[in-house]
């Protein structure tokens, strides 16, 4: 076995353009694995965690790395090579024979305006440093923004949601996973009806929990207004959340509000409740982590507190049927409606979708762009019949060593969830994003108890596609966990939908499977449990990702929160 390295000074390429690169030399003869990064010191030292160092560089952040392993000299030459020669071929400018609409594709978002004058949205997805410069020139020229790149300054995120708000626009974000408008997904969405449910997240895989929940009950969603992560934080004073309220409450297609964030800041959480008891719409509220009983001793009287991102879809449905909702239509979150999205100038008001045109800017720069609540859900199987999304099966018993749950999420709030509830039930859990600052993991360190990473976290994301696109990383965290004699149960959250990878199953469902035979061999228990969120009109199918778990030997669960549970009783 050998290792090769190579660099390409003073060259920036986006992590999924570099990611299709690694993708191509890991299938040339002689290559075991291979790597295209942004030459970042965490990226460095996660190609060394991943077998791919260590690494005698002097390339920086804003040098191309290349890295290959391969079992020859020639092998790992040619495989070089033939990433220098991808490079180079898309730093060409003309250099695509694609149409004349590719050749022109705009570098800026000047550009951009100027070829689409109607647009009202700007879709921002670069590297956190020049995120803030772009989204401000968007919101100058009066445009609404969703704002997908995350480790943007905090002081920066604060001044544009005050710009934002100044000029009547939203922006969305930093850090924002998730939105649907008028029917239209921006980020990583699922394909849910349209329906009279409308969300407020500061949190896109709970966003995306909640609507497939709510598809899966039999009803749908009207908008999805994301916020970013720390919206909701004493600093921010979740401007964006309390817009999306007002937005929402005069919305014609909205009946039904409902609330999703990690939990609030004390005063943030009292002003954004208070905003919501305001509305002449029932309005439904999940806290994840926050003090259910305070919340709802204090408001349940004018809106709906609920414990788990289940019971919050569960409630909004069960408010619109008491409603007598009407029918619901499907959404069109096909490739071919992103971005015909409209949303009129100031005041903001969400008019009826345009489809006979592009609507939105995207500017994608490569440098050359436990509860009582919890419900057996269920999802509709390829027959048209309803097929139990809870799966448990029994074991042999666990050796005495064995105790430990370890959950590799790509999802915060599920893992935000998912760990509120092991620490009720089976005590501590060591994280990347611990709920109390003695259970905190650094990057890379493993625990000797309970543990939960969040693989979506800034660390795990700089310079490299995040784990929903690209599952490389957390791939091989799980089977060295798997390998651990000490591991009882590992959990595995799998998103489904637009932007998130074609087929996780094809990745896990064969290491999964290979995991609990070489448990079975070793005489040991070693349990699989899936959270798997997303529809049967997703890309991948959500019966068909089902049932090729289950055949890996996995169980699984549509409701993250009973994901959680039954893994701390196969620990208790």
Known sequence: MIIKARTQRNTYFDSITLMKIARTLTSMPGVEDAAAVMATAPNVQLLTEAGLGPIDTQAGPGDVLLVVRAS?????????????????????????????????????????????????????SVPGPYAALESEQALRAGLHVFLFSDNVALDDEIALKHVAREHGLLLMGPDCGTAMLNGVGLGFVNVVPRGPIGIVGASGTGIQQVMSLIAQEGSGVSQVIGCGGRDLSEAVGAITTIQGIHLLQDDEQ???????????????????????????????????????D??????????TITRTLTEAAQKAVALCKSKDEPGMIPAPL???????????????????????????????????????????????????????????????????????????????????????????????????????????????????????????ADEYTRGRPHPMIDPSLRLKRFQDEAADPGVAVILLDIVLGYCSHPDPAEVYAPAIASAL?????????????ISLCGTEDDPQRLSAQLARFREAGAEVFTSNAEAAVRCAELVA
């Open 334 to 456: 096909g490739p071919e409606s992103m971005g015909t999205i409209t949303i009129a100038p100031p005041p903001v008001v969400i008019p009826p979708v345009e489809t006979d045109g592009t609507r939105a800017v995207s500017l994608e720069t490569s440098g050359t762009a436990a509860n009582d609540s919890l419900s057996n859900a269920q999802t509709p199987a390829d027959t048209g019949d309803r097929v139990p999304a809870k799966d448990t099966r029994t074991y042999q018993e666990r050796t005495p060593e064995q105790g430990r749950i370890v959950a590799l999420f790509s999802g915060g709030t599920l893992c935000d969830e998912a760990m509120h509830i092991w620490a009720e039930r089976v005590g501590p859990v060591y994280s990347n994003i611990p709920l109390e600052p003695a259970w905190r993991l650094s990057e890379g360190q493993r625990a000797s108890g309970h543990s939960a990473i969040d693989f979506g």
């Open 72 to 124: 020859d000299e020639e092998s790992a030459q040619a495989a070089l090579e033939a990433a220098q020669e991808q490079l180079a071929r898309r730093s060409t400018p003309g250099a695509s024979d694609g149409t004349a609409s590719e050749r022109e594709q705009p570098r800026s978002l000047e550009q951009a305006a100027r070829l689409q004058p109607d647009a009202r949205l700007a879709v921002i």
């Open 517 to 529: 035979e070489q448990a079975a061999s070793a005489n040991r228990l070693l349990a699989c449990v």
């Open 254 to 292: 909205t009946e039904v509000i409902v609330l999703i964030s990690k939990p609030p800041a004390p005063t943030v959480a009292q002003r954004v409740i208070e905003e919501a008891c305001k509305t002449s719409k029932p309005v439904v509220v999940i806290f994840v982590g926050a003090d259910h």
């Open 294 to 303: 305070a919340l709802q001793n204090r408001y349940g009287d004018r809106v």
